[in-house]
């Protein structure tokens, strides 16, 4: 059974950089899965932030790509979040996610494991 | 991106009841659709994945239909563990994207 904690500050100031790191037990980080991370502010929905490839290779919700960086270390089968430049607006419940699925002619993605989700608030 | 438009934003039914939720891509994104229950203060589970198909362990009075831009997600007896907010979700194009969700109470 795959299982994946978040963790990382639960405070960040305004300007600042917001960390998170998701440890995977129960299976390997570098198998045939992309790695993500998704949000919920409070109250509301949910907005997928990028993934990432045991190789390294990202995918990044444009609308925070220039803010995002998401990285793998293997050694330690954990992933991890770098936001930075944040705003009140990034204050939400942060998961990290495995995203299985292929892409052979046919596609087929979803998200089967998460983690219990770690709350960020921004300020000061 | 794609924009994902479900409805309604939030429903009302008995015990039993029959329950339609329905989802909306602003493109043909052919059946590449999940729907996920989330209960309050707990992470996204994964329901049906590929429009249609069940997730091993997910009861069967849930089931998902559709392709194109037009899904629906029902429950077919509703019961009290299945309140929740319900949420679809396209894996055609990048970004990976959200229904805004659809919270479900009892009557």
């Known amino acids: 059974q795959v299982q994946l904690q978040e963790s990382g500050p639960g405070l960040v100031k305004p300007s600042g950089t917001l960390s998170l790191t998701c440890a995977v037990s129960?299976?390997?980080?570098?198998?045939?899965?992309?790695w993500s991370w998704i949000r919920q502010p409070p109250g509301k929905g949910l907005e997928w932030i990028g993934e990432?490839?045991?190789?390294?290779?990202?995918n990044y919700n444009p609308s925070l790509k220039s803010r995002v960086t998401i990285s793998v270390d293997k050694s330690k089968n954990q992933f991890s979040l770098k936001l930075s430049s944040v705003t009140a607006a990034d204050t939400a419940v942060y998961y990290c996610?495995?995203?299985?699925?292929?892409?052979?002619?046919?596609?087929?993605?979803?998200?089967?494991?998460w983690g219990q989700g770690t709350l960020v608030t921004v300020s000061s | 991106d794609i924009q994902m438009t479900q409805s309604p934003s939030s429903l009302s039914a008995s015990v039993g009841d029959r329950v339609t939720i329905t989802c909306q891509a602003s493109?043909?994104?052919?059946?590449?659709l999940n729907w996920y229950q989330q209960k309050p203060g707990k992470a996204p589970k994964l329901l049906i994945y590929?429009?249609?198909n069940l997730e091993t362990g997910v009861p069967s009075r849930f089931s998902g239909s559709g392709s194109g831009t037009d899904f629906t997600f029902t429950i077919s007896s509703l019961q009290p563990e299945d309140i929740a907010t319900y949420y679809c979700?396209?894996?055609?194009?990048?970004?990976?994207?959200f229904g805004q969700g659809t919270k479900v109470e009892i009557k």
């Open positions: 590929d429009a249609s």
């Open positions: 990432i490839y045991h190789s390294g290779s990202t």
């Open positions: 493109q043909d994104i052919s059946n590449y």
């Open positions: 996610a495995r995203n299985y699925g292929y892409s052979y002619g046919r596609k087929l993605y979803y998200f089967d494991y």
């Open positions: 979700q396209q894996y055609d194009n990048l970004p990976r994207t």
């Open positions: 129960g299976g390997s980080i570098s198998s045939s899965n992309w």
